[in-house]
């Protein structure tokens, strides 16, 4: 932005980007699906920590979440079904400069690209990973995910979902350096909020399950959570994610917990009696692969294929 000053030279300002700044196509997920809601907070991070939208990319896989990019006015790709995490690392890889956001859903990351959820979490690469569980494949009209639970009536389980679900809460715990496992719900907004945004000033993966509404192919799931706060426990800590009492005072179980406990953070995970929100596990010093892999980054091309040639010289008899 610039302006005129007094002696009619140009003064340059800084920038100020507002919500518009951050917005993208009209998003065409179904009337009061979750996905509005996230999408709503991560602008709203996105603006609040002023991150420049040519510095940004927004990167997912296939599903109703993944459709993410388009409605994001930053750098997107929208790439295919469970790669939503190596194109992530490939970008961030390159571009240590950028602000990665990864949307993926619960068919995305859980089912397809389960290889690649573990070995990116292990990289811990510092990029928002968004998982929006609604526990169903929705773009594909109703089938069952890995998260769906056992019961629940899907195209291809008209009589109910026949095996137990994944629990993505332990299995990510469960990874070698994982460094931030956070978990929320898609209709409390402050917390939604607060909790990408201490994902987003994580240095590493910040991994947020989001438990999100599809009220077309799975309504009584989310319904029977809404309807009953008692099902979650909120867990409470200094070095947790702090929401306003507004928020908070909606859930009647609350705990404290040190984020740093990863063995107490496992036990929550695994307690299937109650749900647990907030900040399961963190840990600040989990090494970033980018920063021990980043020789080379700053290379000139002319430099680069100095280099490759040498090596190939190498190889000469
Ligand atoms: Fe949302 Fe479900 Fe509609 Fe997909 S099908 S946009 S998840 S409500």
Same mark, same amino acid.
């Given at each position: 932005?610039?302006?005129?000053?007094?002696?009619?030279?140009?003064?340059?300002?800084?920038?100020?980007?507002?919500?518009?700044?951050?917005?993208?196509?009209?998003?065409?997920?179904?009337?009061?699906?979750?996905?509005?809601?996230?999408?709503?907070?991560?602008?709203?991070?996105?603006?609040?920590?002023?991150?420049?939208?040519?510095?940004?990319?927004?990167?997912?896989?296939?599903?109703?979440?993944?459709?993410?990019?388009?409605?994001?006015?930053?750098?997107?790709?929208?790439?295919?079904?469970?790669?939503?995490?190596?194109?992530?690392?490939?970008?961030?890889?390159?571009?240590?400069?950028?602000?990665?956001?990864?949307?993926?859903?619960?068919?995305?990351?859980?089912?397809?690209?389960?290889?690649?959820?573990?070995?990116?979490?292990?990289?811990?690469?510092?990029?928002?990973?968004?998982?929006?569980?609604?526990?169903?494949?929705?773009?594909?009209?109703?089938?069952?995910?890995?998260? $769906?639970?056992?019961?629940?009536? %899907?195209?291809?389980?008209?009589?109910?979902?026949?095996? @137990?679900? /994944?629990?993505? =809460? !332990?299995?990510?715990?469960?990874?070698?350096?994982?460094?931030?496992?956070?978990?929320?719900?898609?209709?409390?907004?402050?917390?939604?909020?607060?909790?990408?945004?201490?994902?987003?000033?994580?240095?590493?993966?910040?991994?947020?399950?989001?438990?999100?509404?599809?009220?077309?192919?799975?309504?009584?799931?989310?319904?029977?959570?809404?309807?009953?706060?008692?099902?979650?426990?909120?867990?409470?800590?200094?070095?947790?994610?702090?929401?306003?009492?507004?928020?908070?005072?909606?859930?009647?179980?609350?705990?404290?917990?040190?984020?740093?406990?990863?063995?107490?953070?496992?036990?929550?995970?695994?307690?299937?009696?109650?749900?647990?929100?907030?900040?399961?596990?963190?840990?600040?010093?989990?090494?970033?692969?980018?920063?021990?892999? $980043?020789?080379?980054?700053?290379? %000139?091309?002319?430099?680069?294929?100095?280099?490759?040639? @040498?090596? /190939?010289?190498? =190889? !000469?008899?």
């Amino acid at each position: 932005m610039f302006g005129l000053k007094a002696d009619w030279s140009l003064e340059v300002f800084e920038r100020y980007f507002t919500l518009g700044d951050y917005a993208g196509g009209e998003a065409r997920w179904c009337p009061g699906c979750g996905d509005h809601g996230v999408l709503t907070a991560a602008q709203r991070v996105l603006r609040d920590e002023q991150l420049h939208p040519e510095l940004t990319v927004a990167v997912s896989g296939i599903g109703c979440s993944s459709r993410m990019p388009h409605y994001l006015g930053t750098y997107g790709f929208h790439g295919l079904h469970g790669r939503a995490l190596p194109l992530a690392c490939g970008i961030k890889s390159r571009r240590p400069d950028l602000d990665v956001w990864v949307a993926t859903g619960d068919g995305d990351c859980f089912s397809i690209g389960t290889a690649h959820w573990i070995h990116a979490l292990r990289y811990n690469m510092d990029m928002t990973l968004m998982v929006f569980d609604n526990s169903i494949y929705g773009l594909t009209k109703a089938q069952t995910s890995p998260t $769906s639970p056992i019961g629940f009536k %899907t195209n291809t389980h008209p009589f109910g979902a026949i095996i @137990a679900p /994944l629990n993505p =809460l !332990t299995v990510t715990l469960g990874i070698t350096n994982i460094s931030f496992v956070a978990q929320t719900v898609d209709w409390n907004p402050p917390m939604l909020y607060e909790t990408l945004k201490a994902a987003h000033r994580h240095k590493g993966t910040g991994f947020v399950r989001i438990i999100q509404r599809c009220p077309v192919y799975a309504d009584s799931l989310a319904k029977e959570l809404q309807g009953d706060p008692s099902r979650f426990l909120l867990l409470n800590h200094e070095k947790g994610i702090q929401i306003d009492k507004s928020a908070s005072r909606q859930f009647p179980n609350q705990q404290e917990h040190d984020p740093s406990d990863l063995a107490n953070a496992f036990k929550l995970a695994a307690d299937t009696s109650r749900i647990p929100l907030g900040l399961l596990y963190w840990n600040p010093d989990a090494p970033c692969y980018e920063d021990l892999s $980043s020789a080379g980054v700053e290379m %000139t091309p002319h430099a680069r294929l100095a280099g490759f040639n @040498a090596a /190939l010289d190498r =190889l !000469t008899i």
